[in-house]
C-alpha cells in the first residue's frame, strides 16, 4: 500500500506531532493507527520517514526512523496556462502536478472566456494553490509545484525570454514537440492558449521573444488537457520519466 504523504514546516527532532488541518486528515479522514508509515515532507524537498506512535483527537505523534533530501528535478518545467472555462482550470492543475510540472503560471489570455478580475483573483488563486496542494500529496511529490500570481501577456512574454527553451503549442506549427531540440538545464516554459486559442498578436510577441511554435498532434486537445499532454511528452524526452 502506497505510504501516505503530509506536509508540515517542522521536521526536526526524533519525534514530530502533526497536528493542524494535516493531523486532523490524518487522524480523523486516513484513520491511521500506530505502527502505520507515513511520509512527512516540507514541500520543498525535505523528507521524514515516520511511524505512527500515537493517535491524538486531530493530530498524530510519530518516530522519524529516516531523513533524506530530494533534489529538485532538471531542467524545469513552467507551464502558462490560458486561463480555462468553469473548474476546468482546477483539472488542469491537478493533472499536471500529478504529472510533475515545476511551476504553473495562470496567464490571462485576450481569448480567456474567464477573466480573474477584482475579488475572482484571490479565490481563484486559493482553488488553484489549493489543488496543486493535495494532488502533490496524492502523487507523493516532495517538492510541490509552484502556483504564481496571475500574468498578463506581458508577463508570458518575459518568462519565455528568459527560459532555456520558449514553446507555444500551436495547431498550424510546422515543428511537432517530440522532435524540438531540449535543453539539459534551465526552464522549459511551455505557453498553452485558452478555447479560443493563442491570438496572432499574442503569438507575435511570443516569437519575438524567441519562442518556438509546436505542434503537440494531429488532434485538437482542450485548453485543460494540452499542458498534462505537453508535460508528459517533455518529461519523457527529457529523462525525467
Known amino acids: 500500500m502506497t505510504v501516505p504523504v503530509f506536509l508540515t514546516g517542522e521536521l526536526d527532532g526524533p519525534e514530530l506531532v502533526l497536528g493542524g488541518p494535516e493531523g486532523r486528515h490524518a487522524a480523523t479522514v486516513r484513520r491511521l493507527r500506530p505502527g ?24 498524530l505523534r510519530v518516530e522519524v526512523q529516516g531523513r533524506y533530501e530530494v533534489a ?22 491537478e493533472m499536471m502536478t500529478e504529472a510533475g510540472v515545476d511551476v504553473i503560471v495562470p496567464w490571462q489570455a485576450s481569448r480567456s472566456i474567464t ?57 498550424e506549427a510546422a515543428a511537432p514537440l517530440s522532435r524540438v531540440a531540449l535543453p539539459d538545464d534551465g526552464d522549459i516554459v511551455v505557453v498553452v492558449g485558452p478555447e479560443g486559442g493563442v491570438s496572432e498578436p499574442e503569438l507575435a510577441e511570443f516569437l519575438a521573444a524567441r519562442a518556438t511554435p509546436v505542434l503537440l498532434g494531429p488532434t485538437v486537445l482542450r485548453t485543460s488537457t494540452a499542458g498534462v499532454a505537453a508535460a508528459a511528452v517533455l518529461l519523457t524526452r527529457t529523462g525525467r520519466w
Open 36 to 59: 502505520e508509515r507515513v511520509d512527512l515532507t516540507d514541500g520543498a524537498g525535505s523528507v521524514a520517514e515516520c511511524v505512527v506512535r500515537e493517535v491524538l483527537k486531530d493530530s
Open 72 to 93: 529538485p528535478p532538471r531542467p524545469r518545467l513552467v507551464v502558462v496556462q490560458g486561463l480555462p472555462k468553469g473548474d476546468r482550470g482546477e483539472l488542469a492543475v
Open 115 to 171: 477573466q480573474w478580475k477584482g475579488d475572482k483573483v484571490a479565490k481563484a488563486l486559493q482553488r488553484w494553490r489549493s489543488t496543486a496542494r493535495e494532488a502533490g500529496k496524492q502523487a507523493r511529490r516532495f517538492h510541490l509545484p509552484e502556483v504564481t500570481e496571475p500574468v498578463s501577456t506581458a508577463g508570458a512574454v518575459k518568462l519565455l525570454a528568459g527560459a532555456a527553451l520558449g514553446l507555444v503549442l500551436h495547431e
